[in-house]
């Protein structure tokens, strides 16, 4: 017999189970702990004090009366900090100091004060007096749209071209030519951002910080600081939530850590809920100037998208909203350009499906707009241009279960039942729209490492440096460990969050299932086939001599297909081979980059299907989501429940976006004054309806080693389109520029 005939056979099947979160009990006890939770001896608080100008130069800061009040140890300024200087992030941005003179956005870091207690550093902030001169600043995208200019290469590709769009125009039969717009939002996570900075010596610190990406702060602070990465150690086992504004280190990590080596103390630095509107980005507005050409029976010759977002004085960040003009639909003649305009704001960055569920809200628009021109039905329409590769890099899908996800959603929803006259459907006295979008987010995968230990009493340690956003990490990688070492989960624990761990990207792009998920899966592998191979080899025991192909692992026990009476456990192989542990490392590595030229030559991409019902009452505009089907087909499925729960979340992200969600800019004071949880409208408890999410069947062995398209973005994309497409049904009211608030529709 020989051992090349396959590996042992696995009998376990926890993945996709509805488990129930592993770190359930420590987060509804509160024994979970965030970042500005932890403490440490000695430690001194910090306050940031930003500019109170939009753009001007600081000429004079008074920091005496500040430094004289009680409990302050040292406030810090360009004047006094010792150098240090924010890497350029994102790629395409400057070097930026830490704490600034000169001012090009309203909440610029211009000082920091540390003092005994939080209330003492608070009170002290508004005594740094600074005076500025103040310059005249631009805060209006649409005022400056003229000066809109294509971005260098950056981390975004801004130009997507195939065939001749003047030529499919000229040949088409029906033009929808439309601008979508999108305003400003802000990410607003329950947990604001918070540090607590710990140098040990002038070469080691170590930071509790709310982040997506412990790798990403550690690499932050060891840039900044010059320190040996792995000595730039950062903490994070548990997020409340980050959607992409701790998806890269702001510089409130830098000046924490900068701080604390000034004043030779642990420090903790939480910003307010008014600076996580100016200190971590925010989803750029954009203006999406979109044309579709089609023949008269509904097939699109031409696509042209010209799109725009704002970005700051200091970075270029592109807001990819020409993805889905460019992906979705297939058609010959296709455009995408996506420009910039520099603004005296803070910097944009990724929000949740970061261009996809702003660039959904056109395409998806106008493709009801079409089906309207038509007299179509809009999944008609839909199937009609259906794209069965990716004609945008002239590649297959990994796999795509789209038509599925339509079908399956439609049924669901009693699409049938729907009366494609416009406001024709009534219940009582409300206005009643149907509406559907198409949903779609790349299924990214950057690969990660983790280790497996196993001890001599039978449980397994799973450790991994990603993070989980409360998203379920902790729980999926349990199922996956458990299916592949074949034992119970309440044998496993994860350890995460930690940058002392085997590395691992951010939580960004939808990664982490697939990313973390597929090194947990080689690593529990090979733990597995090393506890194989200790068996077979073990002269005089059980299963000497016996081929892998040949045995079975069933609840930490392997046993002889043949003779099942020949077995040994996990544990008994440990204690025979004289071991306490048994441990093993393992990557697993990516051939893909987002959006970028794939090794593997294919597109990775889920996709799926919105439909929603609104009722509006027609004297007053009132808009309420009466229910909400979403069908997904995002490969294999980790777990049930915490999958569901993330669509379900995108969903109403989707509906904030569509019916609520806008950060208002003062143009005359150019900063942000809705900056909190009372006047940014997040959806609530009665703004989500009944959403139904269907879990469409979906195998791709190609995507990655798990099989997983990741989930945390989708369910956002084609949303806010679907609202506004069932307000259109319900009223006849074409809502082009989000959110759709009653006053558009009166
Ligand atoms: Mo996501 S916007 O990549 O956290």
Known sequence: MSKQQGPAQVKSKFI??????VDGRLKVTGAAKYAAEFSAPNMAHAVLVQSTVTRGKVTKIDIEEAKRAAGVIDVLTHDNAPPAKRPSVPPGGQ??????????????????????TLEEAEHAAELVRIEYAAEPHEVNLEDQIDKAFLPGTGQRQPISKRGDVDAGLAQAAVKVDQVYKTPTEHHNPMEPHATLAIWSDDEHVTAYDATQGVSNSSRALSDVFGLEPKNAHVINPFVGGGFGCKGQAWPHLPIAALAAKAVKRPV??????????????HRPETHQALTLGSSNVGRLSAIRAEMVNDTSRLESFVEPTGNDSALTYS????????????LDIGAPTYMRAPGE????FSIETAMDELAIALNMDPIDLRLRNYAEKDERSDRPFSSKSLKECYRQAADAFGWSKRDPKVGSMREGRMLVGYGMATASYPANYWGASARATLHDDGSVLIQCGTQDLGTGTYTILTQVAADGLGIHPDKIRVEIGDTHLPPAPGSGG??????????????????RDALVGLATSATGGPLNNVAPSDLVIESGRISSKKEPSKSITYVEILKAAGKKELQQEATAQAGRERGGTGTKGYTMQGFGAQFCEIHIDPDLGMMRVA????????????????????????IIWGIGMGLLEETFMDPVYGRYVNSNLAEYHVPVHKDAPPIQVILVPEEDDIVNPVGVKGAGEIGITGAAAAIGNAVYHATGKRIRELPITLDKIL
């Open 268 to 281: 903790k630095l939480a910003l307010t809920r008014r600076q996580m509107f100016t200190s971590n980005g």
């Open 95 to 116: 070097s930026q100091p830490l704490l600034f003179n000169e001012v090009v956005f309203s909440g610029q870091n211009v000082a920091v004060v540390i003092a005994e």
């Open 16 to 21: 996709g189970q509805p488990l129930d979160r």
């Open 627 to 650: 229910r909400w089907v979403g069908a997904f087909a995002l490969g294999t499925v980790l777990n049930a429940k915490t999958l569901t729960s993330q669509l379900q979340g995108g």
């Open 357 to 360: 569920s702003s660039g959904s």
């Open 331 to 342: 058609c010959p003649n296709v455009s995408v350009r996506q420009q910039l305009v520099r």
């Open 510 to 527: 939808s990664n982490s299932a697939a990313s973390t998920g597929s090194a947990v899966h080689n690593v529990s592998a090979a733990l």
